[in-house]
């Protein structure tokens, strides 16, 4: 529905100042494979980008061309407003001022960590680079661990020296490729933040790959999805929830129930009934004819239930927001710590759905329920 968002905000900020990475218009194929299709896109400094996609999309070809170690088909790469890969030249990769923190990038294992951490810094006499490498330890905490080998560390630590050595040289520009891949989720959280706000006081550009949209949401100032090559939508985190740019965006970032709906005058049909066009679409609707097919998605963390007694808080809560909307069983419920998670076999729609719901409210399974959908959780989409 929404029109495909260009990278505006960060160009524009580069336009000022001249500073940051940005990537115009860049092609790339290897042999007959097409891996990047017109992608433009720049980050300003002390900004993270988050480049989200499903594999094979074209995440670390975008990062290599960056880099410096792959070279585009077409288009420009630009560092500080300087061509560093297109017609104008092309920079090396060591030249460029780019910090590389990859997913292989491993550590060299007989070598101390400190030696790790120096071997980016050969180009500085030896006291300046013992001087920068034990800053850097000492900004991710492990500078008591400069003569320890890599084997003596944690995942997480090990990681934390991937960053000081990506860090060290102080690279303005910063690319890392799932950095986080290899931690468990606990440590994983804990590794990201704390590098996060590593990365903000460096006040690099920063582009971080990965293919998860939570971290994405959890760590970018803006996030760049791709699909097959191409940019599918740049903005905040904001603008993904709120408006993605399509079905698959918006499927990407959350699981959905979906249904599908025919356009009529007051509304969205749908097999659970009429969702009115005023409570629920607004404009969105502008712009497809009476009778186009289209999707109605709904978030199951949007998804509402009511008893049929009026007497419980639930139905309070939501009695003014949405509309009731057919009616369902539920299946099974799930407990999963901070919600419960329902199924829900619907009436007159033989797909299932799915509620995510605060805990002890107390659904019972066999339990009829009517179905209350949350505007700002229900989106609709042309049907493709
Ligand atoms: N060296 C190569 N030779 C030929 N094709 C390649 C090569 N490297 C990548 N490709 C292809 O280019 C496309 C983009 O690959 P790329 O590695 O950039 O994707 P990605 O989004 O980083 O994937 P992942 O998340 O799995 O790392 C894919 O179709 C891939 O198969």
New binding site residues.
Partial sequence: MKALTPDTTASAALQETGTGLELRNITHA??P?T?LDDVSLSVAPGEVLCLL??????????M?VAAGVECQTSGEVRINGRIVAGEGGFVPPEKRGVGLMF?DYALFPHMTILKNVLFGLKHLGRAEAREQACAALARVGLLDHAEDYPHALSGGEQQRVALARALAPRPGILLM??PFSGLDKRLRDKVREETLAILRESRASCIV?T?DPEEAMRMGDRIAL?RK?RLVQVGAPRDFFENPADLAAARFFSELNELPGTVVEGGVDTPIGLFRRDIYFGSTLEGLGLGAPVRVVIRPSGLMLGRKSGQDRFMEITREIGQNLGQATVMATRFVGEMDILTLAVEGYDHPFHARLAPGLGFRSTETVSLRPLPRETLVFPEV
Wanted: glycine content about 22%; hydrophobic content about 20%.
């Fill in positions: 290897y042999g494979v891996s996609g499903h594999s094979g999309c074209g995440k670390t070809t975008l290599r997913q490729d799932e790959v293919h791709m090559g």
